[in-house]
């Protein structure tokens, strides 16, 4: 199966170049049309007045390709960055070769070496011809990016409408957001000090319900504190106290002694009386202060 031949390309610049005639028609400046092909390419050249063409061969992009020791894509890529764009870094000629030809060259630096190439060009057959279509390949280029700028500058439009679009509706969902934060934090706050409130209550009820509850236990704790003392005192008071028995004020252990008259009769003299009153006395008062 044959492999389907690669669509070609087409390119068209306009290239700042060293005449000999300044004053010349296009003087200055050209424009260059080429197609490329996988293999090989064609020029058509034009400064407004004139028009020159090159058809380049197979056979003579491979010789050149071999004369600088590149093959054949790269060559092609190479000579394709030059012709397509101008490169400010590089010096463009374009010279009269004789018999009505022009000689395109261009320089360009391969590792810190200047170099130059160039192609001959032959005065076009049909001047008028090649220079409408160099003219309607760039009026239909021109119509092109015309048209993508104005597709961009829609889509640029559309996007910004959508940007504000979209902005507006963050500006309204923050506060959106904003006032229902500050709504929830309003009823929070609310419940918050209503269950303030009724933990207050609650905890005043059950103070005042302890409170209750203890007095009682304090009046009956006093109370039982109030008898525990006052039988202690009604026991001590029946402990201390003795009743006071006249017969048994006399001391045993004092005797009667016998009289001086030297009678049987055991009468105590007068002073003995007053000595066993007065001990009985001390005794009855002691007994009392224990």
């Known amino acids: 199966m044959a492999t389907p031949a690669a669509a ?64 054949v894509p790269e060559y092609l890529a190479l000579a394709e960055r030059y012709l397509a764009f101008h490169q400010p870094s590089s010096t463009y000629s374009f010279h009269e070769a004789g018999n009505g ?20 060009l032959q005065q076009s057959p049909h001047t008028q011809q090649t220079i409408a279509e160099v003219l309607d390949f760039l009026m239909d280029a021109n119509i092109r990016l015309s048209e993508e700028v104005v597709r961009k500058t829609q889509s640029f439009d559309k996007l910004k409408q959508e940007a504000e679009k979209c902005l507006q509706q963050s500006e309204r969902f923050n506060n959106e ?14 419940v918050l000090n209503s269950k303030k ?3 207050r209550l609650l905890k005043d009820k059950i103070a005042a319900h302890e409170a209750a509850d203890k007095a009682p236990k304090e009046d009956e704790d006093n109370e039982s504190s109030d008898r525990a003392l006052k039988e202690e005192d009604d026991g001590n008071s029946t402990d201390r106290t003795e009743p006071f028995e006249e017969g048994s004020d006399k001391d045993p252990s004092v005797k009667d002694e016998p009289s001086e008259t030297g009678s049987g009769n055991l009468h105590s003299s007068p002073e003995k009386s007053a000595a066993t009153s007065t001990s009985r006395g001390r005794r009855g008062r002691k007994r009392t202060r224990k």
Do not use: M
Request: hydrophobic residues 40%; charged residues 30%.
């Open 197 to 199: 409130t009724k933990l």
């Open 8 to 71: 070609p390309r087409h390119s068209c610049a306009k290239l700042s170049v060293a005449v000999e005639d300044p004053k010349a028609p296009g003087g200055g400046g050209i424009f260059v049309k080429a197609t490329w092909l996988p293999t090989r390419f064609s020029l058509a050249v034009t400064d407004g007045a004139g028009a020159w063409v090159a058809d380049v061969s197979d056979a003579e992009v491979r010789l050149r390709a071999e004369q600088w020791d590149q093959p």
């Open 101 to 120: 030809n022009r000689r395109l060259s261009w320089t360009f630096e391969k590792q810190g070496t200047k170099l130059e190439w160039r192609w001959k």
């Open 177 to 190: 957001k904003t006032d229902f934060e500050q709504a929830s934090f309003t009823k929070f706050v609310a």
